[in-house]
C-alpha cells in the first residue's frame, strides 16, 4: 500500500448491491473507474468540465483479484497508483481499502492506453502527462 500516493473516496450506494448483500463484483470496476478519473483531475489530465471523448484514454485490460466482500455503508476509498509507462500504455496499480482500518478488500490492475476518439487510434502519452504522472509517482522511466 505504500505505493499509493492517491486514494479517492467511494460511497458504497445500496444500488451496487447484490442479492447476497454486499456490492456486487461488477461494481469494482465502477469503483475503479472512478478512482482514476479522479486521479487523472488531481494530476491536471483532465478537467470536469471537458468532454468523455477528451479523457484519451481507453481501457485495455483489467485484473482484479477480490479479497473481502464490501458491504452497503462500510467506508470505502480506492487507490491509484501509476506503476509503469510505456509509448502509448500505461499500467495502473488500483485497490479498494476499508477506509476506517486500511484493509485491502480487492486489489486490480489495468493497462490503460492513450487513444484519439475523434481518429479512433491510439496515440503516445502526451509529454505533458508523463511528466505530471512521473513527478506525482516518483518513477524514474
Do not use: C
Not at 483532465?46 to 468523455?52: A, I, L, P, R, V
Not at 477506509?99 to 480487492?106: I, Y
Amino acid at each position: 500500500m505504500s505505493d499509493y500516493h492517491f486514494y479517492h473516496p467511494i460511497e458504497v450506494r445500496y444500488g451496487d448491491l447484490d442479492p447476497q448483500g454486499h456490492v456486487n463484483n461488477a461494481k469494482h470496476l465502477t469503483y475503479f473507474e472512478q478512482g482514476r478519473i479522479a486521479y487523472m483531475i488531481e494530476l491536471g489530465l483532465f478537467t470536469k468540465d471537458q468532454s468523455f471523448m477528451e479523457i484519451g484514454v481507453i481501457l485495455a485490460d483489467v485484473h482484479i483479484t477480490y479479497h473481502e466482500p464490501v458491504y452497503f455503508g462500510q467506508k470505502i476509498k480506492v487507490g491509484v497508483h501509476a506503476a509503469k509507462l510505456g509509448n502509448k500504455s500505461m499500467t495502473w496499480e488500483q485497490n479498494i481499502v476499508d477506509a476506517e482500518t486500511g484493509k485491502v478488500l480487492a486489489k486490480g490492475e489495468v493497462v490503460m492506453v492513450t487513444y484519439d476518439y475523434r481518429a479512433e487510434k491510439t496515440i503516445s502519452i502526451p509529454h505533458e502527462w508523463r511528466e505530471k504522472i512521473k513527478a506525482f509517482e516518483g518513477l524514474n522511466v
